[in-house]
C-alpha cells in the first residue's frame, strides 16, 4: 500500500521553528517530485514548496522564501521541512505529496496535479 505520512507538527510561539517530516512507504521517493501544502481554516490548500525527486531544484511560495527550508534524503525515503521564523499566518494543516510528473523547477504546480498524499500534520503558532 502506497502511503506517505507527516509528523513534526506542534505548537510553537511565534519566531519559533519545526521540521516536518515526510515520509514514504510502499514504493520508493526517488523518482518523485514532493510537494508541501498547507490549510488554513476556511481556506484554500495552498502550495508551500516542492523538490525534485534528485533534491536539485526547489521552490517556494512567497510567503514562506527565507523562512522554511525543503530537502530530502532518498536513502530514508523521507523529506523535510524546516520552518523557521514562524508567524501568526502560518498555521493550518500541512500536507506531504507526491507525483512523477510534477516538473518543480517550473513551480510547486496545484495541488491536482499530485497523485499521493499524507494525512497531514497540524502546525499551530501562538503565544
Known amino acids: 500500500q502506497l502511503q506517505l505520512v507527516e509528523s513534526g507538527g506542534g505548537l510553537v510561539q511565534p519566531g519559533g521553528s519545526l521540521r516536518l517530516s515526510c515520509v514514504a512507504s510502499?514504493?520508493?521517493?526517488?523518482?518523485?517530485?514532493i510537494g508541501w501544502f498547507r490549510q488554513a481554516p476556511g481556506k484554500e490548500r495552498a502550495g508551500v514548496s516542492c523538490?525534485?525527486?534528485?533534491?536539485?531544484?526547489?521552490k517556494y511560495a512567497e510567503f514562506v522564501k527565507g523562512r522554511f527550508t525543503v530537502s530530502r534524503d532518498n536513502a530514508k525515503n523521507t523529506v523535510y521541512l524546516q520552518m523557521n521564523s514562524l508567524k501568526p499566518e502560518d498555521p493550518g494543516i500541512y500536507y506531504c505529496?507526491?507525483?512523477?510528473?510534477?516538473?518543480?523547477?517550473?513551480?510547486?504546480?496545484?495541488?491536482?496535479?499530485?497523485?499521493?498524499w499524507g494525512q497531514g500534520t497540524q502546525v499551530t503558532v501562538s503565544s
Open positions: 505529496a507526491a507525483d512523477r510528473l510534477v516538473y518543480c523547477a517550473g513551480g510547486i504546480s496545484i495541488p491536482y496535479d499530485y497523485e499521493y
Open positions: 523538490i525534485s525527486s534528485t533534491g536539485g531544484n526547489t
Open positions: 510502499g514504493f520508493t521517493l526517488d523518482y518523485y517530485t
